[in-house]
């Protein structure tokens, strides 16, 4: 049995040990929507989606959520019905039985239910959270009522996810790379085909376009040791020659990658971790969690998070594919260092600018508008991967670890981290700016 059933195992067995009566119905029903964010993840990280794709899948079910949480509380917090591209006021009221916890959850589920791979797993994790709920003490009108606001819900987001490109990108060609000196090839061990070359295309929710923060042209391409180009691939080597315990340390810890190869001899075997994306949805749910933050406080935390990475994705995958920039581990292999190797996997697509930079910052400057610019956080993200919880002062704080994350492990070019973190804080602010959550 792997390491991350087996804490998911006992957590459940904690959890199911408890007795459901000490909690409020307000506290009960936190609890419930944190799990099922967590059997999502659960989901998302077994069905192995890549980044971007797995931030489509993130922001439909909390856009689902909280919409559905607005109905029960319309005075204080703002419908994003109006606000995101395309999205109407769905036809759902409030009925007289229906708990605003349980309507979101459901919520939630269903939406993930209908974007995912494997249903029936986040079905049997469904039917997990509704046995608590009766053990609770909900009564069959309260679940049936809940259930049914969730599911119209529910309905009325993923109709709204066919609008934005995503299932027109599934039938484009694939992508060849380009036969352009200085452009991105596929790298070891996989040499895996490029990840979501069309994703420019898809509707962003709250920018303009995919362009609308398109980045300055990275270091012009060239071989001569003289260049800028090579210094930065040189940089990218020396970091990486000579890493402390704490960079490696740090480089790891921010890896998030979905689908790690390893290689023993002719053997070849996966293993499975979150994306970035599932490790700020992660920081975000820790942080509501810590602070106790009501249920409204936590779906708007879970949903802005989401929002930044997604559109975050979004601009800068299309400046990836734009500038099509090669991968240090390539340039250095040929041009400086025949048996270099990063500490990291590099991940099967162009290299500028780096997409942890763009998204880490972005989830930053949301979550510092929903909990506060100074708050102080542990996090145990990464503990069922065999690694220890961090301490981090501030979201800025770990979001600057997430970038400079990528040198160490020597996978970016410092302007791709750079650039990239100034692409992301663009996105956070303009989604402050459009994005009106608390009335």
Known sequence: MNKIRLVIILLSSLFGQQSFAQYTREAFERILFHEAQDALTRVIVSDIFSPPVASRIYVYAHVAAYETLMRFEPKTYQSLAGQLRGL?????????????????????????????????????????????????????????????????????????????????????????????????????????????????????????????????????????????????????????????????????????????????????????????????MSIAGQVARQLHTDLYRTSSAYVLTALAIFDGFITCWQDKYTYNVIRPETYINAHISESWKPILQTPPFPEYPSGHSVISTAAAVVLDQVFGSNVAFHDSTEVPYGLPVRHFASFTQAAQEAAVSRLYGGIHYREAIVNGQQQGFAVGQALLRKVKWKK
Not at 129 to 150: D, F, H, P
Not at 181 to 191: C, F, H, I, Q, V
Request: aromatic content about 10%.
């Open 88 to 280: 109407s006021s769905p036809a759902v009221q409030k009925t007289s039985h229906a708990q605003a916890g349980l309507a979101a959850t459901e919520a939630l589920l269903v939406v993930g239910r209908g974007l995912v791979f494997s249903e029936q797993v986040l079905e049997e994790e469904a039917a997990t959270l509704w046995k608590r709920v009766q053990q609770r003490g909900y009564t069959a009108e309260e679940i049936r009522e809940s259930k049914a606001m969730g599911q119209q819900m529910a309905q009325h987001i993923l109709a709204w996810a066919g609008t934005d490109q995503y299932k027109q990108t599934r039938s484009l060609r694939r992508y060849a790379p380009l036969k352009k000196e200085g452009s991105w090839l596929p790298t070891p061990p996989a040499y895996m085909p490029a990840v979501e070359p069309y994703w420019g295309r898809i509707k962003p929710m709250v920018l303009d376009s995919s362009t609308q923060y398109h980045l300055s042209t990275p270091p012009a391409y060239s071989i001569s040791p003289e260049s800028a180009f090579y210094h930065s691939a040189q940089d990218v080597q020396q970091a990486g020659l000579n890493l402390t315990e704490e960079q490696r340390l740090i480089a790891n810890y921010w890896d998030c990658n979905p689908f790690f190869l390893h290689t023993q001899g002719h053997m070849h075997f996966g293993s499975k971790k979150l994306s970035p994306n599932g490790h700020w």
